[in-house]
């Protein structure tokens, strides 16, 4: 972990004022935590892919009003034993939700590079926000539950704010909470699409959090790759702050 001086170097070049981070799979390990959760109420994780594309479907019915939160995840669930040929009442599908949200708060965690990262982050002094495509409140819960919310001065859900990455709006009303414009703030996710360039075409400094490592091809220009939040202050210090002095 780059720690140490370089802080400052953030501060005189003033073109870097503030920092967004995405949540999950970026902070928490989410996907691990689903995955068990989803294999504690089927049986295995094989569906895995049936239940991100289902869940995303009903996230994207959620944002356009189609659906209520308190309702969204019954109706998924029953979506999904659906698409695997099995009808469930609402009863058992509430009760095979809750299992699932049972066994998925207790795998909640956070990677190893977090806690240090935020801490490096906070002691630049930049102010920090926290933008998820999160669907609801959960959200809010389980950043406070893993000992995050200290570190942000803005959290802003998807399902609470109406828009979801990579719309520009959410990334704004995030800049706007922060007092700081857009071209000076840094965006940081795991989702290329919906973080990095996201966040670039809204005219932020979008980073993918690239955790599976290299990946063929060449990456989108104005995009800025790190495998891990240790390489974030470096990338922070020496790159971005830079490139615009
Ligand atoms: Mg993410």
Redesign the pocket.
């Given at each position: 972990m780059t720690t140490a001086s370089p802080t400052f170097t953030l501060k005189r070049t003033g073109e870097i004022r503030a920092i967004s981070l995405?949540?999950?799979?970026?902070l928490v390990d989410?996907s691990t935590s689903s995955r068990a959760a989803l294999a504690s109420m089927v049986g295995n994780a094989d569906a895995w892919t049936l239940w991100q594309r289902i869940t995303d479907d009903h996230c994207t019915r959620l944002l356009a009003g189609e659906l209520q939160y308190e309702t969204m995840r019954n109706i998924r669930t029953r979506a999904f034993f659906a698409a695997l040929g099995e009808d469930l009442d609402q009863a058992e599908a509430t009760r095979r939700e809750m299992r699932r949200q049972e066994v998925l708060a207790d795998g909640w965690s956070l990677f190893p590079d977090v806690v240090p990262c935020l801490e490096w982050l906070r002691a630049t002094g930049l102010p920090i926000a926290a933008v998820s495509?999160a669907s609801g409140r959960h959200q809010r819960v389980k950043i406070a539950a893993l000992g995050l919310a200290e570190y942000f001065d803005t959290v802003l859900i998807a399902g609470e704010v109406g828009a979801a990455k990579p719309d520009r709006m959410i990334f704004d009303t995030a800049c706007s909470d922060l007092g700081v414009p857009l071209t000076e703030t840094v965006h940081v996710?795991?989702?290329l699409h919906a973080?990095a360039i996201g966040a670039r075409d809204a005219g932020m400094r979008g980073v993918w959090l690239n955790r599976q490592g290299p990946r063929e091809g060449t990456m989108p220009a104005g995009i800025s790759t790190i495998s891990t939040l240790a390489e974030l202050p470096e990338l922070l210090v020496c790159e971005l702050s830079t490139a615009h002095a």
């Open positions: 995405d949540v999950d799979d970026t989410y495509n996710g795991d989702r973080d």
